[in-house]
């Protein structure tokens, strides 16, 4: 059984960074990152491929945030710079088994299949 570990949250000021870890065991997993908030649905942020051949970002955190992978670690990064109030959030890494090339990230929460159990990020203005 997959089961990601996310690592990293904590209480930070408007402006500040902050990098999140993701371990998960084994080989051939595409990773992505989501986020939620209370009375909200779970929202995309930001997803890699096994090779690290293709990365996505949602909209409003490119130019911020930097999803990177170290597979001999069996950990996903995602640094989160110039954060602000609105990052506020459960950060949540999942995986899906991928062996077949693919050109373009997963970006649908329905595109995964494991899930950790999420980390809290906490922005203060």
């Known amino acids: 059984q997959v089961q990601p570990v996310e690592s990293g949250g904590g209480l930070v000021q408007a402006g500040d960074s902050l990098s999140l870890s993701c371990v998960i065991s084994?080989?051939?997993?595409?990773v992505g990152w989501f986020r939620q908030t209370p009375g909200r649905e779970r929202e995309f942020v930001a997803a890699?491929?096994?090779?690290?051949?293709?990365?996505d970002y949602a909209d409003f955190v490119k130019g911020r945030f930097t999803i990177s992978r170290d597979n001999a670690e069996n950990t996903v990064y995602l640094q989160m710079n110039n954060l602000n109030s609105e990052d506020t959030a459960i950060y949540y890494c999942?995986?899906?088994?991928?062996?077949?090339?693919?050109?373009?990230?997963?970006?649908?929460?329905?595109?995964?299949?494991?899930w950790g159990q999420g980390t809290q990020v906490t922005v203060s203005s």
């Open positions: 084994g080989r051939n997993y595409a």
């Open positions: 890699i491929t096994w090779g690290s051949s293709a990365r």
């Open positions: 999942a995986a899906r088994y991928s062996i077949l090339p693919v050109t373009t990230a997963y970006t649908e929460a329905s595109d995964y299949d494991y």
